[in-house]
C-alpha cells in the first residue's frame, strides 16, 4: 500500500538537499538549489521535444544515457541556460568540474538544470560560489528539501512537493522494509510537456535497475506530466529526473513483479500529484481545469482529446469568467484531430455535488444557469466525455486563462 | 495590373447586399445580411476542418460540391447554427425553402452562414421575417456592401472589405474589359483556420470555370486565410465562399493563361487584405504580428514555423507588454516540430526605420532595450527568421494576447 507522507526530495534515505541566494538574477530570494546523494544513484529522465535543447538538456540526456552513476543535482533559477551553441555547453561543464571538484565526485556524477528567462548569460562565478555555499549547508531534513523546492520557483506561486511510502521485501529476508519516494518540481509558464514538465526531480531510496527506473519513468510521464499544459508553451529546458540510491535495503528490484508493479505505483503517485498541483498554479490562474474523456476508441486519442480541451484558450478563458459556455468544449474535441460522431458523445460538468449534462444527442442542453454558475465557483473545474466508442480514456489537467496571465507574460522579465 | 479600389462585397456588377436588424440576439443592431446576383453564379467554397460540422458547413459543402449554381447568400450573426445532429439542417433547409421561395430561385441556390455563441436554437421566424425585410432593401451601392459586412461582425471592433479592379480581353474581341472583384468577412475570436476562416464571401463578375475558380480559391487560401491566428481555436462554422457571376462580359477564363494568372492576383489580394484585417482585429488586440519565415527547407515547413511564433501564447503576451523577450519567439520555433539548427538561423525584429538582429550563432544577442521597446510600440510588429535551408518562405499573421481578450471571452455570451 501506497502512503502519502510529508516531504520532497529528502524523504528518502541518504538524500540532502540545499539552497542559497547567490544573486543571478533575483534579489532577496534564494535561487539555486542543489540535491545530494551520499552514494551513487542509478538515474533516469525525460526532457524537452522543442528543437531548441538548452545546454543542460544536453548535458543530462548524455548522461542519463551514459549509464553513469550520479550523486549531485544542481539547479538554478532567474536566467535559463538556454544556449545551444558551444558557451551553453562550455557552462554545463565549468558548473559540473566545480562541483565534482567540491565534492570529490566525478563531473559526469553532477546533473544540471536552469530556469529562467531564455537568453542572458548566467555569470559562472555566481554558479559555482553558489555551489560552495550549498555544500555547507546540505541537510538531509524535511525543511532542507521544503527550502530547495522553492529555490527553484520562478513564476510559481506555491512551492510543489510531494512524497509517499510503502514496503518491499527485504534484501536480506527478514520481513519488508520502508522504501521511501518524494520530489519536487516547479512550473508555472511555457507548460506544455511533451515528454515531461519544466523542472521535475524525484528522488527514492528504492533498489532498483536502470533499466526498471527507466521503463518505470517512461510507463508514468504520459499520464501525468504530458497531460497537463498552462499556454501550450513546450519549454527549450524541460527536465524530469528520478534518482535511486537503494538505501532503503529493499531486495532490488530486477523484473516486473509485484514489487516492481508497487514502486510503478508511488512513482505514480507522486507525479500525478506535481503534475496536477502544476497546471493548478499556472501563470495567474485562479482554477484548476480536468476534463477527463473516457469510452474513447484508443487511449492516444483520449489524451489528444483531454488535453486539446484544456489547452483551448476560449474554453480556459470561460472558466476564469465562470460563464458556462459549453460549446467551446465540443469546439476543442473537433479541431483535435481524431474523429468522433458529435451526435452520440455526451458532455458533464462536475461539481463537488451536482453533475450537470450540457451536451447530447447532437445538440447544447439547456441546463440551469444558476447551477453551472456555482460549478464554476468551485477551485476545481472538472468536465467530462463519454465517446461512446470503446474503453479507452485519459484525464488532463489546465488552468484558466486571466488577466493576470497576460500582466506576468507582458513584462517577465522585470 | 490589378488596382484597389473601394467597395467589397457589390464592387462586382450584378451583386447586390443587404442587411436588417432580425433580433435574434442582438438588440439595437443590424444581424443579418445576405448577398444576391441578379444572375446565376458559379461557386467555390472552402470549409472548417473541424470535425464538428456546423449544419450551415454542410448545407453549403454539399452545394458547393454538386457543381449547382448559387444566386444568394443569407447570413446572420448573434448565435451560430452549429447543430450538427437533424434539427440544425432542418433550419437550414426551411431558411434556403423560405428565402428561395421569395425570390423564386432554387433552394438549392441558397447558401447559407451561421456566426455567434455556439448553442442555444435560432427561432426560424426571425431568420424569414429578416430575409422579407431584406428582398426589399437590397442595393448594388457600395453603401450597402459596407452595411452588410457590418451586420456579421461579432466581436469585431471594424467592418472587412476589400475589392480591386483589373482588365481582361473581351469576351467579343474588342479589346479589354474592366473586371471586379470585391470581399467581406468577419472574425475576431476562434480564429485559427483551417481551411479557410470564420465567414468570408467574396464575389466577381468575372466569367471563369467553376473548375479554376476551385483551383484558385486552393491556390490563395493556404497563405491567406490559413496564415491567420487569434486563439488557435479553429472555429465549427469556418466558411469562405467565392460567388462569380461573368456579368463583366471578359471572354470566359477555361485554361490556366494569363487572365487565369492575373485573377488568381487579384483574388489573393483581397484575400490577403481580409485575412491580415481580421489577425489585426482579433479580439481585444492592440498589435498585428507578423512573422516571416524564408530560406527555409520546404513551404509547408515555411508555413509550420511561422504560424507555431503568431500561435504562441507568451509571444503574444510579450507584445502586449512590450517586452522583447525574444527567446520565446526562438523557443515557438522549437517546438513547431520541423527540424532545423538553433545554431545557424538568424532572427530580426523589424520597425519602420530599423531592424534589430536579436538572435544569431545560437545566442541571444544584446540589442538596445530603448530600440526594440520603439519598435515594439509601433501598431504592426514584425519578426522574421532566415532559416538557412533553402529557398521555401511564408508569413503569418496574429495579433497580441491582452486582458481585454481575456475579459470578451469571460464572459462572452452577454
Redesign the interface.
Known amino acids: 500500500m501506497i502512503r502519502k507522507i510529508s516531504g520532497g526530495v529528502t524523504a528518502a534515505r541518504g538524500f540532502s538537499a540545499a539552497c542559497c541566494a547567490a544573486g543571478i538574477k533575483y534579489q532577496g530570494r534564494t535561487d539555486m538549489a542543489m540535491i545530494y546523494s551520499d552514494t551513487p544513484c542509478a538515474v533516469a529522465g525525460t526532457f524537452t521535444?522543442?528543437?531548441?535543447?538548452a545546454a543542460p538538456v544536453l548535458w543530462d540526456r548524455q548522461i542519463v544515457e551514459s549509464g553513469c552513476t550520479v550523486q549531485a543535482v544542481v539547479v538554478n533559477a532567474g536566467i535559463?541556460n538556454?544556449?545551444?551553441?558551444?558557451?551553453?555547453m562550455d557552462l554545463c561543464e565549468a558548473t559540473a568540474t566545480y562541483t565534482g571538484k567540491t565534492f570529490g565526485i566525478p563531473a559526469s556524477s553532477v546533473l544540471l538544470g536552469s530556469t529562467g528567462?531564455?537568453?542572458?548569460n548566467i555569470p559562472l562565478d555566481r554558479i559555482t560560489s553558489g555551489v560552495s555555499m550549498m555544500k555547507e549547508m546540505l541537510s538531509s531534513t524535511q525543511e532542507a528539501g521544503t527550502a530547495a523546492s522553492k529555490a527553484i520557483m520562478t513564476t510559481d506561486t506555491v512551492n510543489k512537493e510531494f512524497a509517499v511510502a510503502f514496503d518491499l521485501p527485504a534484501a536480506d529476508g527478514s520481513g519488508t522494509v520502508t522504501v521511501h519516494l518524494g520530489g519536487m518540481s516547479k512550473g508555472s509558464?511555457?507548460i506544455?510537456p511533451?515528454m515531461c514538465t519544466m523542472l521535475g526531480y524525484v528522488t527514492t531510496d528504492c533498489a532498483v535497475s536502470k533499466e526498471l527506473l527507466v521503463k518505470a519513468l517512461r510507463s508514468v510521464v504520459p499520464d501525468t506530466f504530458n497531460m497537463i499544459t498552462v499556454?501550450?508553451?513546450?519549454?527549450?529546458n524541460d527536465t524530469l529526473l528520478l534518482l535511486a540510491n537503494g538505501q532503503a535495503g529493499n531486495k532490488a528490484i530486477v523484473a516486473e513483479d509485484e514489487s516492481y508493479a508497487l514502486f510503478c505505483e508511488a512513482l505514480l503517485s507522486v507525479c500525478h500529484d506535481l503534475a496536477v498541483l502544476m497546471a493548478s498554479d499556472g501563470e495567474g490562474a485562479t482554477h484548476l481545469v480536468e476534463m477527463r474523456v473516457y469510452h474513447a476508441d484508443t487511449k492516444e486519442n483520449a489524451r489528444i482529446f483531454a488535453k486539446s480541451v484544456v489547452?483551448?484558450?476560449?474554453v480556459k478563458?470561460?472558466i476564469?469568467?465562470?460563464?458556462a459556455?459549453?460549446?467551446?468544449i465540443?469546439?476543442?474535441?473537433?479541431?483535435?484531430g481524431?474523429?468522433?460522431d458529435?451526435?452520440v458523445i455526451e458532455l458533464f460538468l462536475h461539481g463537488e455535488n451536482e453533475t450537470l449534462c450540457f451536451y447530447r444527442?447532437?445538440?447544447?442542453q439547456p441546463f440551469s444557469e444558476e447551477k453551472a454558475a456555482a460549478i464554476l465557483a468551485e477551485k476545481a473545474v472538472r468536465f467530462s466525455c463519454d465517446m461512446k466508442m470503446g474503453t479507452a480514456e485519459a484525464t488532463a489537467w489546465g488552468c484558466d486563462?486571466?488577466?493576470e496571465?497576460?500582466?506576468?507574460?507582458?513584462?517577465?522579465?522585470?
Do not use: Q
Request: aromatic share 8%; hydrophobic share 35%.
Open positions: 521535444s522543442n528543437k531548441v535543447k535559463a538556454a544556449a545551444t551553441g558551444k558557451a551553453g528567462v531564455i537568453g542572458p509558464g511555457m506544455h511533451d499556454d501550450g508553451d513546450t519549454s527549450t489547452g483551448s484558450s476560449l478563458a470561460m476564469f469568467g465562470r460563464d459556455n459549453c460549446g467551446r465540443l469546439c476543442a474535441l473537433g479541431y483535435a481524431p474523429d468522433f458529435p451526435a444527442d447532437g445538440f447544447v486563462l486571466t488577466h496571465y497576460v500582466t506576468i507574460n507582458g513584462d517577465y522579465r522585470s
